[in-house]
């Protein structure tokens, strides 16, 4: 059975970091591709950041790039993204999210339908 569970946020002011955790189990961890999306209320999932199997070729959304990084460790089976500079907009449940296939193109990567498992999210709340 896949588990994926995420870990790491909470209330944190503007300009703040967070560093989510996500530990991955009953996969073959080191040959999955990894995500993070993230859905505030009312609104779609949207896409994060993604990141290939042996750790190269991390992909963001543009709201995030410069202020949030992704990364893994494949002997801890684990992904992480540390969000810096934090906003209210970024305040949502984040999701990390497994994918099996790991040559996808970095517009595939985004999209939320081709990943395979999903955690259960952590929500993260930005506010003064």
């Known amino acids: 059975q896949v588990q994926l569970v995420e870990s790491g946020g909470g209330l944190v002011q503007p300009g703040g970091s967070l560093r989510l955790s996500c530990a991955a189990s009953?996969?073959?961890?080191?040959?999955?591709?990894m995500g993070w999306f993230r859905q505030a209320p009312g609104k779609e999932r949207d896409f994060v950041a993604a990141?290939?199997?042996?750790?190269?070729?991390?992909i963001y959304a543009d709201s995030v790039r410069g202020r949030f990084t992704i990364s893994r460790d494949n002997a801890k089976n684990t992904a992480y993204l540390q969000m810096n500079d934090l906003k209210p907009e970024d305040s949502a449940v984040y999701y990390c999210?497994?994918?099996?296939?790991?040559?996808?193109?970095?517009?595939?990567?985004?999209?939320?339908?081709?990943?395979?498992?999903w955690g259960q999210g952590t929500q993260v709340t930005v506010s003064s």
């Open positions: 999210a497994a994918d099996r296939q790991d040559y996808r193109t970095n517009s595939v990567r985004r999209q939320a339908h081709i990943y395979d498992y």
């Open positions: 009953g996969l073959t961890f080191s040959s999955s591709a």
């Open positions: 990141i290939r199997s042996n750790g190269g070729s991390t």
